[in-house]
């Protein structure tokens, strides 16, 4: 292909990503690799893979590689993906982080990142004799406003900012900046960009994780362009792979053979394990006809069956647990009322449901059974308020009691 002579050299931001590395490969076609230049810039992630990666990218093309450390910059922000901050990245798509921040971007979205990459590298290119610079903004990163410096507005702004503020020497280039990212890999696969080599995971593991949002977008993209199989192998696999290990992640009961019943109330025992669905509203009910606890004032046992039903989080309750939790009471002296209601705060405790209720029918005992209800729902959610119009028409149309 002939090379555009109009332009001097061109740099690509390049974060060892599947979208820089795709502008990077057009770079390349359209300049030749000796016009190009690689910027990969450090914001203090928490891990160093997609540094690593844009190294082995640009070595793969033989373009020139320089890096930049602009992490003291982002020393004030709590971004989840910045190493010194204490919050968790989300493991879910976009969309469904979106629906939780009422407009605001997401959680992963560092202040203002390509605003000052553009600026820092507008002086660097204009120093290495640069006219043009090239970076991977897309479509589906802008959508919801979940990443707001990768919209055409922000583009268009910072375009004719850096093209003022060099003298009319430079410009950027958003080739992707209205396209999906599903539309950027069927352009990689008809340049054959290494998407092999490539890194996208927010996570800094041995292998991708395959459930943050940007490894759910990568799936995607690929799978509509039907090369998942041949492409994307190792983070479908991860995926697999991590979901498996999500499903033991804190449980040491279920397999174990040697569980000793503990003989005294014993809340450490619950065990967790990751929802499969957290997007998804949905009750779980146990079931438990045998429990026994011991009254505080007799010594007698008490007889029930207790009915837990809850609407699972982000964790759920293993049963086995639950079960070795419930037998804990045997010996425990509690009022039939403390006991539904320490159920209740123990798994709210242990889980963080949306919503949870307990449900005591205690046997008689001297001539009175007593069946105590409490009820939570997780506060400013819906569920708050599902929790206390389900205690207001609790138990509206009362059973027939006879001996149970």
Same mark, same amino acid.
């Given at each position: 292909m002939e090379k555009n002579?109009?332009?001097?050299?061109?740099?690509?931001?390049?974060? &060892?990503?599947?979208?820089?590395?795709?502008?990077?490969?057009?770079?390349?076609?359209?300049?030749?690799?000796?016009?190009?230049?690689?910027?990969?810039?450090?914001y203090g992630q928490k891990h160093q893979k997609e540094i690593e990666a844009s190294r082995k990218v640009a070595e793969y093309y033989g373009v020139e590689h320089l890096y930049l450390d602009l992490a003291p910059i982002f020393q004030y922000s709590n971004c989840s993906l910045l190493k010194h901050s204490d919050?968790?990245?989300?493991?879910?798509?976009?969309?469904?982080?979106?629906?939780?921040?009422? &407009?605001? =971007?997401?959680?992963?979205?560092v202040p203002f990142r390509n605003g000052l990459f553009l600026s820092s590298a507008a002086s660097i290119a204009l120093s290495k004799g640069c006219s043009v610079i090239y970076y991977g903004a897309h479509a589906d990163d802008s959508a919801g406003n979940a990443y707001p410096d990768c919209s055409r507005v922000f583009h268009e702004a910072m375009n004719q900012a850096i093209y003022e503020g060099s003298g009319k020497q430079l410009r950027i280039e958003a080739p992707?900046?209205?396209?999906?990212?599903?539309?950027?890999?069927?352009? &990689?696969?008809?340049?054959?960009?290494?998407?092999?080599?490539?890194?996208?995971?927010?996570?800094?593991?041995?292998?991708?994780?395959?459930?943050?949002?940007?490894?759910?977008?990568r799936m995607e993209a690929f799978r509509l362009n039907g090369r998942s199989a041949k492409y994307d192998q190792i983070w479908r696999k991860k995926k697999m792979s991590r979901e498996a290990e999500l499903e033991k992640e804190g449980i040491s009961l279920l397999e174990n053979q040697n569980v000793k019943y503990p003989d005294q109330y014993a809340p450490e025992i619950l065990e967790t394990f990751l929802n499969k669905h957290p997007e998804n509203?949905?009750?779980?009910?146990?079931?438990? =006809?045998?429990?026994?606890?011991?009254?505080?004032?007799?010594?007698?046992?008490?007889f029930a069956t207790i009915t837990i039903s809850y609407v699972p989080g982000?964790?759920?309750?293993?049963?086995?647990?639950?079960?070795?939790?419930?037998?804990?009471?045997?010996?425990?002296?509690?009022?039939?009322?403390?006991?539904?209601?320490?159920?209740m705060k123990d798994l709210i405790r242990?889980?963080?449901?949306?919503?949870?209720?307990?449900?005591?029918?205690?046997?008689?005992?001297?001539?009175?059974?007593?069946?105590?209800y409490c009820n939570y729902g997780k506060p400013g959610t819906r569920w708050e308020t599902v929790a206390w119009q389900r205690l207001s028409q609790h138990d509206m149309y009362p059973e027939k009691v006879d001996n149970r």
């Open positions: 002579k109009e332009i001097k050299k061109a740099m690509v931001l390049s974060s &060892g990503g599947v979208d820089s590395t795709t502008c990077l490969g057009m770079a390349v076609e359209k300049y030749g690799k000796d016009q190009v230049i690689a910027l990969s810039i450090s919050s968790e990245i989300p493991h879910e798509s976009y969309a469904k982080q979106l629906e939780k921040t009422n &407009g605001i =971007p997401v959680s992963t979205y992707f900046v209205s396209w999906t990212k599903a539309q950027v890999v069927r352009k &990689g696969l008809e340049l054959n960009v290494p998407y092999e080599m490539t890194w996208s995971c927010y996570e800094g593991g041995s292998m991708p994780c395959g459930v943050c949002g940007t490894c759910v977008d509203d949905y009750f779980v009910k146990f079931n438990c =006809p045998e429990f026994t606890s011991l009254c505080p004032i007799t010594g007698q046992p008490d982000e964790r759920m309750v293993e049963s086995k647990s639950l079960k070795l939790y419930l037998f804990s009471f045997r010996n425990h002296g509690d009022f039939h009322e403390d006991c539904v209601n320490v159920i242990l889980m963080d449901p949306k919503y949870i209720e307990v449900w005591g029918k205690f046997t008689p005992r001297g001539g009175i059974s007593i069946d105590p």
